[in-house]
C-alpha cells in the first residue's frame, strides 16, 4: 500500500514545518481604519495577481527568487502557481490544501497540520476582509491610512509562534502590495504582488 | 418372480454400505480449480493463483457512512487499532499517520539504497551541481519552506525522490486524520485478509471479526460500554454511523450465503409441495418413503462414483448433480403408478417390469447418453457433474427396477389417478381429433418461428463474460466501484507477473520490468505501476547503489567543486557528508528490514511465495478514471521486445472470460456429440428412423421454444442454461419414449395410468424447478427458467405430437 506513505510524506512536510523557536508578541494597536479596509476587501470577490517571492534562508549567501501567479476566489479559495523556477500549484479550498507538482498531487487537510496554517490563513482572511478569522489566529497591529496600511500579524498560538514570528501585510485599500513572513529561525520570505497585466 | 430375494436387499445394503464408506473417506475441493482446465496453461495457473490467493483476492474495502464524520473518524481510528492487534489482517490502513515517523526514519536512514537517482554520476561535481540546484529550486516552491531543514543532510533531495517514488497514487483525502470520500460522505478503511480470497469459512470469519471490532469501537465512541450480546448500545451520535463492506471476501461470503439459503428455501418449500402431490397421489406415505430411494442411493452412488473415479470431489458436483439427476424421481413414480393400480392380479410390478421397464430403461439410457458427452470435457467441474448424472441415473433406474418390488409389502395399493389420466387423455384426444393435420404444421411454425428469433439474436445468443453467472447483484458492484474510486486503489485486475526460484531474482526482474512499463507510462498507455522493488530494491541494485557512494574526500572535494557558484555555505553540509560516509558501511536491506514500517505490508502484498516459486506482481493502472482499460496487448507486445525472461501480463478479467468463453465453447461442441450419441441409441434401440425422428422432434421444439423464449425476454444464454437444455431432453425422453412405446404398440394396456404417471412426474419436475426461477441466484435462475417450461413443453409437445398413428414397424421394445 501506497497510500500510508503519501501520508507519511504529508506529515513529514508538515513535521518539518514546525521546526522552530519561540516568537515574541507584538503590541496591538485597535484601529477604525482597519474595519474600513477590511470592509472594502471584503468586497472583491475575485482577484489574479502576479508574485514575485524572494527567500532569505540562512543556510543560502543568496536569497531565492521565484515567481508566479496569485488567484484568490471568495470567500475561502487561494491558488498560488509558481510558474519559475519550478512550476507547482499550491491551492488551498476551505480545509484542503493540494499541492500540484508535474502530473502529481498532494492533498491533505489544512485542521490536520496546523503548522501551515498561519502562512496561508494570514494572506487568506486578509483578502476576504475576514477581521474574525485573522482574530483567531494573530494578534494584529494595523498602522498607515487606507491608502497605505501596514498589517502586522503575531501568532497567538505558543505552537505557531514556533514556526512564523511574524507576517507583515503591506497594502493600499483593497489590495495587497507586499506580503512578508519572518520565521521564527531567522529565514524569512518577502513576496511582492502586482495588479495583473494583460488580462 | 413371486418370492423374495434377499440377495437383492442384501447387495443393496452392501453397495450402500461401499458407497457410504467412499463418500466419508472422500476427498472434497471446494475452489476454482473445478472451472480449471485439468490441463492448464500456464497463464491460466497463475491466473486461478491470482484469484485464489492474490493480493486482490485478500482486499477488504470498508466504509462507516452516516452520523457525523468526526464520530466516524473516532470509530475508523478504533477499528483500526482492534484490526492490527489481529493477526487474520496483515494489512489495516485508514489514513491515519500512525506509523508515518516510523516509515519516515526508515526510509531517511536507508535514502541512498532506496532513492532511484542513486548512481555513480549522482555524486561527481556534475551530478552534485544539478541535483543541489533543483533542491534550491524547490525551496522557493510553495512546499519548500517546509524542506528547508532536510538540505544539510540530504542537499540532494533522495528523501523527497523516495516519496516521490512511493506517493504516485493518488489517495484519499483525510479528514480528522483518516480518509473519507471525496465528497465527505463515507470514512474509509482497507484491510487485507492474511488468508486468502478463496477461503471462505476464513473470509467470513474475518468479515465477523470486522464488525466485532466496528460494534466495540461504535460503543467505545460514543462512551458507552459494550453490553453482553443481544443489549441493545443506547442511542448516541455513534449509533448512527453504519458499516459497509466490500471486496472479494465480502462478495464470496455473501454469495455462498445466498446461494445456501435460496437452495434450502427452494428445497424446503419444493419438498413440500412435492411431497403434497406425491401424498395426494399415493395417499400412503410407505409409498412415499419408498420412492425416495432411488434417487438417495443415485446420489450416494453418484458422488462415490466421483470420488472413485477423480479422487476427489468438487463442490460444484454436490451442489449441482442432485439437480441434474432430478429425473430419477420420476422412476419411481412411474413405476408406482403404473404398476400398482388396478394391476392385473399378478404379484406386484410384474406387468410394469415387462411391458413398460424396458421403456424406462430406454429412457435412462437416452439421458446417460446425454450426459456421457460432459465425461471428456477438459474442465474437472463438467466431467464430474456427467460421471455423478450417469452413475447416479443407472442406480436409481436399478433400485426402481430390482429393489422397490421386493420391498412391497403384498396387497399394497395407491391411491387410483386413471380418473386423472382419462381427463388428460381425453383433452389430448380432442385436441388431436379436432387439429389432425394441423398439429403438424402448426409445430412447424412454432419451430420456424423460435429458429428466426435465435437467428436474429444469433450474434448475442451466448454469454461469454464469467460474470454474468456471479451472485452478486448489479448494485453491490457498484458500491464497490464507488468504494475502489473513493480509495484510488486499483480494480486489479491487469498486472505484470514475474517469476523465479528466488525473491532476489524476481526482484530483478521486477525491476527491469518496472523499467520497461515506465516507457508505457509515459506514452500514457498505461496510468503508473507498482512493484514491490519500490518498497525494497533488489540487493544487486542496493549494491550498486552503495557503491556508487564515494568516500569523505572525494564527496568534499566534488562537492567544493560542484556547490561553487551556487550560494550554498559547504559547511552546512557536513551532515550531508557524515551520512554518505554512513551510508557506505551500513548493510543492505533485506524484507526483515521492512517490519514495522508500513512498507512492510506494501511488500508483501506484491510479493507471492509457493513452496518454491516466488512471483512479482505488478499491478497496472489505467491512465485516468476515464480510461481504466489497458491496452493489454501494447503492453505485452513491449515486454516481449523486451525479452523479459519469465515475465508476462496477465489480463484477468480476459483470462477468466476467456476461459469460461472456452468452457462453455467445450459443452455445445460435447452437448451436440451427447445428442448424436442419443440418435445413434434410439436407431439402434428402435431401428426406424421414422420413429427415431418422431420421437426427437417435440424435445428438440421444447429446446428450440424454451431458447428462442429466453432470448426474447432478453436472456443471454449462459452455460447453465445449456445444462438446462440437456436437462430439458433427458427429462422429456421419457414422456416421448412412452407416448411412442403407446403409439407404437397401437393399444396400451394402462394408457390412461401411463398419462397419469407422466402428468404427475411432470408436475413434480416444474414444481422443483420452476420455484428455482425465483430465488436470487443467477445459476439457479438460468436452470429454473429453462427446464421448468421445457419439461412442461416437452410432455405437451410429445402428447400431442406422439401420436397413434398406422402401425409401424414392429415393436421393438
Redesign the interface.
Known amino acids: 500500500m501506497k497510500l500510508r506513505v503519501l501520508g507519511a510524506c504529508v506529515s513529514l512536510l508538515a513535521h518539518i514545518a514546525a521546526h522552530g523557536a519561540a516568537a515574541s508578541g507584538v503590541a496591538a494597536g485597535g484601529v477604525d481604519a482597519l474595519d474600513e479596509v477590511m470592509h472594502s476587501l471584503a468586497q472583491r470577490r475575485h482577484g489574479q495577481v502576479s508574485f514575485v517571492e524572494q527567500q532569505f534562508l540562512s543556510m543560502l549567501k543568496r536569497p531565492v527568487e521565484s515567481y508566479g501567479e496569485l488567484i484568490y476566489d471568495a470567500p475561502n479559495r487561494l491558488e498560488k502557481r509558481t510558474i519559475e523556477p519550478r512550476p507547482e500549484t499550491l491551492v488551498v479550498d476551505g480545509e484542503v490544501v493540494t499541492v500540484q507538482r508535474g502530473r502529481r498531487s498532494h492533498t491533505l487537510e489544512l485542521k490536520a497540520y496546523p503548522q501551515l496554517l498561519p502562512f496561508i490563513e494570514s494572506i487568506r482572511a486578509t483578502l476576504a476582509g475576514d477581521r474574525a478569522a485573522l482574530e483567531k489566529l494573530f494578534r494584529l497591529e494595523f498602522t498607515g491610512s487606507e491608502m497605505r496600511w501596514t498589517l502586522i500579524l503575531t501568532p497567538l498560538d505558543a505552537q505557531l509562534a514556533k514556526a512564523v514570528a511574524e507576517i507583515r501585510i503591506d497594502g493600499s485599500r483593497d489590495e495587497l502590495l507586499k506580503v512578508e513572513i519572518r520565521q521564527s529561525d531567522g529565514d524569512r520570505s518577502l513576496m511582492t504582488l502586482r495588479a495583473h497585466s494583460g488580462r | 418372480m413371486n418370492t423374495r430375494s434377499p440377495w437383492i436387499i442384501s447387495s443393496w445394503l452392501v453397495g450402500v454400505a461401499a458407497a457410504l464408506w467412499v463418500v466419508a473417506h472422500a476427498h472434497y475441493i471446494n475452489d476454482l480449480s473445478a472451472f480449471l482446465p485439468a490441463k492448464p496453461t500456464h497463464l491460466q495457473k497463475l491466473m486461478v493463483d491470482q484469484l485464489r490467493d492474490g493480493p486482490a483476492s485478500r482486499l477488504l474495502l470498508i466504509a462507516l457512512e452516516g452520523g457525523d464524520s468526526e464520530t466516524r473518524a473516532r470509530v475508523s481510528l478504533g477499528m483500526a487499532r482492534r484490526l492490527r492487534n489481529d493477526a487474520a489482517f496483515s494489512?489495516v490502513?485508514n489514513?491515519?499517520?500512525l506509523?508515518?515517523?516510523r516509515?519516515?526514519d526508515f526510509?531517511f536512514a536507508h535514502r541512498y539504497l532506496l532513492s532511484d537517482a542513486v548512481d555513480a554520476g549522482r555524486f561527481t561535481a556534475t551530478g552534485l551541481k544539478h541535483a543541489i540546484e533543483?533542491t534550491?529550486?524547490?525551496?522557493?516552491?510553495?512546499?519548500?519552506?517546509?524542506?528547508?531543514?532536510?538540505?544539510?543532510h540530504d542537499p540532494t533531495g533522495e528523501?523527497l525522490r523516495i516519496?516521490?517514488q512511493?506517493?504516485?497514487?493518488?489517495?484519499?483525502?483525510?479528514?480528522?486524520?483518516v480518509?473519507i470520500s471525496a465528497d465527505g460522505a463515507r470514512t474509509l478503511l482497507?484491510a487485507q485478509t492474511a488468508a486468502p480470497g478463496s477461503d471462505t469459512d476464513a473470509q467470513e470469519r474475518d468479515l465477523q471479526a470486522i464488525s466485532g471490532a466496528f460494534d466495540a469501537s461504535v460503543a467505545e465512541a460514543s462512551g458507552v460500554q459494550v453490553r453482553p450480546a443481544g443489549a441493545q448500545i443506547p442511542a448516541a451520535d455513534s449509533s448512527a454511523v453504519q458499516l459497509k463492506m466490500s471486496g472479494p471476501g465480502v462478495f464470496a461470503v455473501a454469495a455462498r450465503a445466498k446461494i445456501k439459503r435460496a437452495a434450502m428455501r427452494l428445497s424446503i418449500v419444493s419438498s413440500i409441495l412435492v411431497v403434497a402431490v406425491l401424498l395426494a397421489v399415493y395417499r400412503s406415505p410407505l409409498a412415499l418413503g419408498l420412492g425416495l430411494l432411488p434417487v438417495a442411493t443415485g446420489a450416494l452412488a453418484g458422488v462415490a462414483a466421483v470420488a472413485l473415479g477423480f479422487g476427489a470431489v468438487h463442490g460444484v458436483t454436490l451442489g449441482f448433480g442432485i439437480t441434474l439427476m432430478g429425473e430419477s424421481v420420476d422412476y419411481s413414480i412411474y413405476f408406482f403408478i403404473q404398476s400398482l393400480h388396478g394391476g392385473t392380479g399378478g404379484p406386484p410390478g410384474d406387468e410394469w417390469r415387462r411391458r413398460l421397464w424396458p421403456t424406462v430403461r430406454l429412457g435412462m439410457l437416452t439421458s446417460v447418453c446425454g450426459f456421457a458427452s460432459l465425461l471428456p470435457s477438459g474442465f474437472p467441474g463438467l466431467a464430474q457433474l456427467g460421471l455423478y448424472s450417469i452413475t447416479g441415473l443407472i442406480a436409481a433406474a436399478m433400485v426402481t427396477r430390482f429393489l422397490l418390488p421386493e420391498l412391497l409389502p403384498l396387497g399394497f395399493r395407491i391411491g387410483d389417478v386413471s380418473a386423472l389420466g382419462l381427463r388428460v387423455g381425453g383433452v389430448r384426444d380432442s385436441i388431436c381429433r379436432h387439429g389432425r393435420s394441423r398439429l403438424g404444421y402448426a409445430a412447424c411454425a412454432v419451430a420456424a418461428v423460435a429458429m428466426l428469433l435465435l437467428y436474429r439474436h444469433h450474434d448475442t445468443l451466448w454469454n461469454r463474460e464469467l460474470s454474468r453467472l456471479s451472485p452478486v447483484s448489479p448494485q453491490d458492484l457498484r458500491y464497490d466501484a464507488t468504494l475502489r474510486a473513493d480509495?484510488?486503489a486499483a480494480n486489479v485486475s491487469d498486472l505484470v507477473i514475474v517469476e523465479g526460484a528466488g525473491l532476489e531474482e524476481v526482484l530483478r526482474g521486477a525491476e527491469r520490468a518496472e523499467a520497461v512499463l515506465r516507457t508505457l507510462v509515459d506514452e500514457r498507455v498505461i496510468g503508473d505501476v507498482?512493484s514491490p522493488a519500490?518498497y525494497l530494491p533488489s540487493l544487486a541494485t542496493q549494491e550498486a547503489r552503495r557503491g556508487a557512494l564515494p568516500d569523505a574526500r572525494t564527496l568534499r572535494d566534488d562537492l567544493k567543486a560542484g556547490v561553487a557558484g551556487l550560494?550554498?555555505?559547504l559547511g552546512?553540509l557536513t551532515p550531508f557528508v557524515e551520512d554518505v560516509a554512513a551510508a557506505r558501511q551500513a548493510a543492505l536491506l533485506t524484507p526483515d528490514d521492512l517490519r514495522g514500517t508500513?512498507?512492510a505490508?506494501?511488500f508483501d502484498?506484491l510479493i507471492l511465495h509457493q513452496s518454491d516459486r516466488w512471483s512479482a506482481l505488478l499491478p497496472l493502472r489505467g491512465v485516468d478514471g476515464a480510461t481504466p482499460d489497458i491496452e493489454v496487448a501494447r503492453v505485452a507486445a513491449r515486454l516481449e521486445a523486451a525479452r523479459l525472461p519469465n515475465t508476462m501480463v496477465l489480463d484477468l478479467k480476459a483470462q477468466t472470460d476467456a476461459l469460461y468463453a472456452g468452457y462453455l465453447q467445450e459443452a455445445m461442441r460435447l452437448s451436440l456429440c451427447g445428442f448424436l450419441l442419443i440418435v445413434l441409441l434410439l436407431l439402434a434401440a428402435l431401428r426406424s428412423p421414422l420413429r427415431v425422428a418422431r420421437l426427437l422432434a417435440p424435445l428438440c421444439l421444447a429446446v428450440l421454444t424454451v431458447a428462442a423464449g429466453l432470448v426474447q425476454a432478453g436472456q443471454q444464454l449462459t452455460i447453465l442454461h445449456l445444462v438446462g437444455m440437456l436437462l430439458i431432453v433427458a427429462v422429456g425422453s421419457n414422456y416421448a419414449l412412452f407416448f411412442d412405446a403407446e403409439a407404437a404398440m397401437q393399444r396400451s394396456l394402462n394408457s390412461a395410468l401411463t398419462l397419469a404417471s407422466l402428468v404427475i412426474a411432470n408436475i413434480c419436475t416444474v414444481i422443483g424447478f420452476g420455484l428455482l426461477s425465483f430465488s436470487q441466484v443467477p445459476v439457479l435462475v438460468a436452470l429454473g427458467t429453462t427446464v421448468a417450461p421445457g419439461a412442461f413443453l416437452a410432455l405437451l409437445f410429445s402428447g400431442l405430437l406422439i401420436r397413434r398413428d398406422p402401425p409401424v414397424t414392429a415393436d421393438a421394445l
Open positions: 494489512i490502513e489514513g491515519e499517520a506509523t508515518a515517523s516509515d519516515r526510509l533543483e534550491i529550486e524547490g525551496l522557493a516552491s510553495p512546499a519548500g519552506l517546509l524542506l528547508k531543514s532536510l538540505v544539510p528523501m516519496i516521490d512511493l506517493s504516485r497514487n493518488r489517495s484519499p483525502r483525510t479528514q480528522h486524520g480518509w482497507v480509495l484510488g507498482d519500490d550560494g550554498l555555505d552546512q508500513s512498507l505490508a506494501g502484498a
